[in-house]
């Protein structure tokens, strides 16, 4: 709910893509997680930014409401069933 970021989130969102890049385990991975963990790298780093906006008191939100906020703030996509025309 902040209605600006700061300098320190956007710091927190960078450390966090940082600590999870494949290139801290190993030298010849890439730099980026792979496209297949995208949730949890967007979860990740939204936990962070949203933290820090806390700290910064930008949020809007204290910490006890944080974490039901961020929940209820994660797209989970839904697919009608697919169905060939003429079938």
């Keep these: 709910r902040a209605k ?3 300098d320190t989130m956007i710091k927190a969102a ?3 893509l940082a600590g ?3 290139t801290r385990k190993d030298k010849q991975a890439g730099l980026l997680p792979p496209l297949a963990d995208i949730r949890s790298v967007s979860g ?3 936990r962070a930014v949203g ?5 910064d008191g930008l949020a ?3 910490q006890g409401q ?3 906020t961020l929940a209820a703030n994660v797209w989970e996509p839904v697919y009608k ?3 060939a025309a003429g079938e």
């Design 60 to 62: 809007g939100i204290d």
């Design 81 to 83: 069933p697919y169905e």
């Design 20 to 22: 999870l890049s494949p």
């Design 4 to 6: 600006q970021e700061s």
């Design 51 to 55: 933290e820090q906006a806390i700290r």
């Design 44 to 46: 990740a780093v939204a």
């Design 66 to 68: 944080f974490e039901e």
């Design 14 to 16: 960078a450390r966090a």
